[in-house]
DNA sequence: GTGCGGAATGTTTACGTAAACATGTTGGAT
DNA sequence: ATCCAACATGTTTACGTAAACATTCCGCAC
């Protein structure tokens, strides 16, 4: 049963000439290593997994073999006995949006200083189907819980259909009363940015909102629009971007015919982009006739032109609160905690916001 | 041996009122499926993997009781079992730049489509301990195959030092000679961009070049200057940035001063936005006065102040290859095939190029 | 010297699955 | 009537690991 190793030893580099041995079997097990070493495969794994009770001398003597037959423990065998694959899944819909690239990037690390590898769930279309086919995948996935990235809202599905047994944390959805959702505090940082304008002396600030199917799109335009009516200004039709900054553009063409519009908030700095773009064929300078704010504060938001004054968000600490939720849920077993953590934000002021053109030094009535 | 399970069928929405049964061992295993329909584990199995030979109603008492017991397969065990994990493993240095994420992305959809899942493990620092640290722990992972996203010189590494019997493909490397390597042509890319430039009649052209450690930057910088060199063109001092915008912009500053320079390549398209911004800041006319042209082709490129002329790489192509490679190894066993795969780029011309202010009509001498 | 505790190590077993092999059952050809 | 395919299903076993339990050996207290 043990014989059909030998073939493989990782020796130093002896290139093997012509036809390579016929491989797939070969893997290296304790019982291997046990036998070279001349102790029982318990004492191996005694030695593989530090525990204590194995005479310096032998547990020497097994390190060498271990090293000489290059021994890689079986994560598959480990897992099966142990229960759990210390590996979390994440589910998330787009790798498109800065958004979750940054939060994902977050989990990873987070996740990796946990021991915990990432395992990675595209879900194709956001649909059931989608969905669904990505939580069978996932069922039968080394996963030990999952965080969802789900930034949109699906088409036709109520409730995700969660496997048994797994550990969920959501980021950036409206799930609060379902699941553990992280999220970032996007109605503060709205509110913060909406209010800067005003501030400034703007009588009302105009809106570029993301596609109607994002949670955070909804929930930027639901804050910017309380905040206007909380301070008694008139609130300016909407204008519908889909985040890219040719949407972006787009309403800007728009706005940029109205005088009226002095200050616009974008859902996103990429949109912020595009309107900075129509602003300035259209002669219209920023920030001497028009302020923008932006949202995400991407690393080239210092660089347009002009540098973008926007909301920074901190996606390394919604990663890390996502990863810590699920680790504890994990621990705890029981009591599945529901409700929605916010992340706070902060504005970073740039160069793309200054007083209205005809500057009232006092608010404006 | 059997028993532990009852507690805990996922029937319809019990909700269980106060204290939730202590959890942990009871994963619902073929056995408990196979004694609720009165067969044989073997029978199950064969049912779950739709092998053939069981009889129309047999399978369908299966399925009900796999449903009514919320059976999901263990894949621990079947991974041991069969030897393999179907998940492929993903090392990468970074999520922050565009071409990493979307390789990553079109990695993750094309190993979806062959059934595969990804694994991801992030290396914190690109130095010998950081590669170890992350080859160490995918030993141990359950992964059947590996892909290194490699845009960056190690710092103090030769080589790769890669566990036995795990096949790997690297991408964006210049590790032809060792691996199987996947990568964009960047040379052909920049070749077009700086023929595209000449043939518009300008003298010569700038290069703002991504940093040194960059593979693919190296490779831009050295095709740049063979191609001016090839049309017999004197090669400007290069300007060394590092892929941010930032960088870009502070390189646009200098150029920005020399009336000799009409024409930019810039390594990658957020390098462009910076030298855009300090074009215009300096009151230089884009494309008018100078030409500008990027690569990558990110999506904001198109709504660049003015839309940027780019190089248009095709990481859905570099991911699917890379995917490919990885399993045909694994299944071709023998014959670990080295050499470069090179995805050509084409140039989508927009609005930042045109010929140079005092245009000559024929090719300058 | 006897016996007892504890350290070092070995043996058994189970984790859940699926290949390989074994058994039983049916129906059609002879 | 008999026998043998062909099929449906059951039984055994192994994958690699690690917990639980068993054994051996030593030294020290009495």
Redesign the interface.
């Known amino acids: 049963m043990i014989a059909q190793v030998a073939t493989?030893q990782?020796g130093p580099a002896t290139e093997p000439a012509a036809?390579?041995a016929?491989?797939?079997?070969?893997?290296v097990s304790m019982a291997h290593v046990a036998r070279l070493a001349g102790v029982s495969s318990q004492t191996v794994s005694r030695v593989s997994n530090g525990h204590p009770g194995v005479g310096e001398e032998t547990r020497a003597q097994v390190l060498t073999a271990m090293k000489q037959l290059?021994y890689?423990?079986?994560?598959?065998?480990?897992?099966?006995k142990r229960?759990e694959?210390r590996?979390i899944g994440v589910i998330l819909f787009?790798?498109?949006t800065t958004g979750n690239?940054?939060t994902?990037?977050a989990i990873?690390?987070s996740a990796?200083n946990e021991g915990y590898?990432?395992?990675?769930?595209?879900v194709?279309a956001p649909t059931q189907d989608g969905v669904r086919g990505a939580f069978t995948?996932l069922?039968?996935?080394?996963v030990d819980a999952v965080i969802v990235i789900m930034e949109v809202t699906l088409a036709d599905v109520g409730v995700l259909p969660l496997?048994?047994?797994v550990q969920v944390v959501v980021a950036d959805s409206n799930a609060g009363d379902r699941y553990s959702v992280v999220d970032t505090d996007q109605a503060g940082g709205t509110r913060e940015a909406v209010r800067h304008l005003l501030d400034l002396g703007h009588r009302t600030v105009w809106h570029i909102s993301g596609p109607a199917e994002s949670f955070a799109a909804q929930r930027r335009a639901r804050a910017w629009r309380a905040t206007l009516e909380e301070a008694g200004r008139e609130v300016p039709p909407l204008a519908a971007g889909d985040w890219?900054?040719?949407s972006?553009?787009r309403a800007g063409l728009l706005l940029a015919r109205n005088p009226e519009c002095t200050a616009v908030f974008a859902a996103n700095d990429?949109m912020a982009?595009?309107l900075?773009?129509a602003l300035?064929?259209a002669g219209r300078s920023v920030p001497h006739d028009v302020s923008v704010v932006g949202f995400d504060d991407i690393?080239?938001a210092?660089?347009?032109?002009?540098p973008l004054t926007t909301v920074h968000q901190d996606f390394a600490e919604v990663g890390r609160r996502c990863v810590a939720g699920v680790l504890r849920k994990m621990r705890e077993?029981?009591a599945p905690e529901r409700g929605t953590t916010l992340v706070p934000t902060h504005m970073v002021i740039r160069h793309s916001t200054a007083p209205p053109p005809t500057a009232p030094p006092a608010p404006a009535g």
Chains 1, 2 share one sequence.
Do not use: K, M, V, W
């Open positions: 493989d990782p036809l390579p016929p491989r797939r079997t070969q893997r290059g890689r423990p079986n994560s598959a065998a480990r897992a099966l229960g694959f590996t787009t790798l498109a690239i940054r994902l990037e990873a690390t990796a590898a990432i395992t990675l769930i595209p194709t995948r069922g039968e996935l080394a496997p048994p047994h890219s900054a040719e972006g553009y990429q982009l595009g900075l773009r300035h064929e690393p080239e210092g660089s347009f032109p002009p077993e029981h």
